[in-house]
């Protein structure tokens, strides 16, 4: 059974800093690209980082780049994405996502975590 399960969300003042994690199982970890994604209430789903070890690629989007850093262990099965200099309107649940494919997607994936709570006070 494939899983994706995100942690280390939580409330944090406007520059702050997070942790989360993303652990996956069930799956390749090495043949598939794993992405960021956050959604706010009331606002569409936006991607923001993925990262591709095949490829030994890694993009941001313009909104988070140079704040957030991406990164994975492949012996732990995990990535990561450390939130700095965050704002309030970080404030969004973030989810993981992975896809098997040798390079980074901003839209399409296969499979999904069910998120965790970001929440940035100003």
């Known amino acids: 059974e494939v899983q994706l399960v995100e942690s280390g969300g939580g409330s944090v003042q406007a520059g702050g800093s997070l942790n989360l994690s993303c652990a996956a199982s069930?799956?390749?970890?090495?043949?598939?690209?794993i992405g960021w994604f956050r959604q706010a209430p009331g606002k569409e789903r936006e991607w923001i980082s993925c990262?591709?070890?095949?490829?030994?690629?890694?993009i941001y989007s313009n909104s988070v780049k140079g704040r957030f850093t991406i990164s994975s262990d492949n012996s732990k099965n995990a990535v990561f994405l450390q939130l700095n200099s965050l704002k309030p309107e970080d404030t969004a649940v973030y989810y993981c996502?992975?896809?098997?494919?040798?390079?980074?997607?901003?839209?399409?994936?296969?499979?999904w975590g069910q998120g965790t709570q970001v929440t940035v006070s100003s």
């Open positions: 996502a992975a896809v098997q494919l040798p390079y980074c997607s901003t839209n399409y994936y296969d499979y």
């Open positions: 990262i591709s070890n095949s490829a030994g690629k890694i």
């Open positions: 069930g799956f390749t970890f090495a043949d598939h690209a």
